[in-house]
């Protein structure tokens, strides 16, 4: 079983739609979690820190659920240039050394 | 903005050449990254460094080596290409210790090895 395991998608949204997903951890000494993004051939760039109590930055809402170990990505009114894929990250503490672990992404691709 | 320069976006090597990728930051970061992409599979850490000539290897320093000069270049080496090394490097930095803080990336070599 992968650390950090995402649905590949692709997700195939109307643009205006709501659309969410779960990314799921299997070790729980993880400290941190993040969204990056990824255009197409372009490299990943932080969407939003997910933080425990949860959090929103304008149309995205990010949430941890550490019970279940999973966090989840929420895009409300998606944007055609919402399209690209949506990585996972996890940073794990061990003793006094940290790890980040990635998810593989998830691809979001909105239509018209 | 913090901006992370990889020195070549495409190349294509010859198995057994040697092949350097250069990467350089511009915001004074102490952190510095070697990962590769690869489809279906997350990003995997190849080297780090924290401080000018210090590194340490990530989960899979095997058939790569690195440089730390100067602060702001942190260089890859393949010495012997294999054609199972065909993939995407991105290079990162970032300010934080402990990788609690945001990544900044290159935009990527795209390595074949053939």
């Known amino acids: 079983r992968k650390e950090v395991e995402q649905d590949p998608g692709p997700f195939n949204v109307p643009e205006g739609a709501t659309v969410a997903f779960n990314c799921t951890y299997s070790n729980s000494a993880s400290q941190s979690f993040f969204w990056y993004r990824q255009d197409c051939r372009k490299e990943p760039k932080l969407l939003m820190s997910?933080?425990?109590?949860?959090n929103e930055d304008g149309r995205f809402t990010a949430q941890l659920n550490r019970a279940s170990q999973y966090i989840s990505l929420l895009i409300r009114d998606s944007k055609l240039s919402d399209s690209a894929t949506y990585l996972c990250?996890?940073?794990?503490?061990?003793?006094?050394?940290?790890?980040?672990?990635w998810g593989a992404g998830t691809k979001l691709i909105i239509k018209p | 903005d913090v901006k992370v320069t990889q020195s070549s976006r495409y190349l294509v090597k010859r198995t057994g050449e040697k092949v350097f990728l250069e990467c350089v930051q511009d915001m004074d970061h102490e952190n510095m990254f070697w990962y590769r992409q690869d489809p279906g599979l997350g990003l995997r850490l190849i080297y780090f460094?924290?401080?000018?000539?210090?590194?340490e290897k990530g989960d899979i320093p095997e058939g790569y080596s690195v440089s730390r000069e100067k602060k702001e270049r942190f260089s890859l080496i393949l010495e012997s290409a294999s054609t199972n090394q065909t993939s995407m490097y991105l290079c990162?930095?970032?300010?934080?210790?402990?990788?609690?803080?945001?990544?900044?990336f290159g935009e990527g070599s795209r390595l074949t090895v053939l």
């Open positions: 997910v933080y425990s109590s949860g």
């Open positions: 460094s924290y401080d000018v000539k210090m590194k």
């Open positions: 990162a930095s970032s300010i934080s210790w402990g990788f609690t803080g945001e990544l900044f």
């Open positions: 990250v996890v940073n794990i503490r061990a003793d006094s050394n940290y790890q980040l672990i």
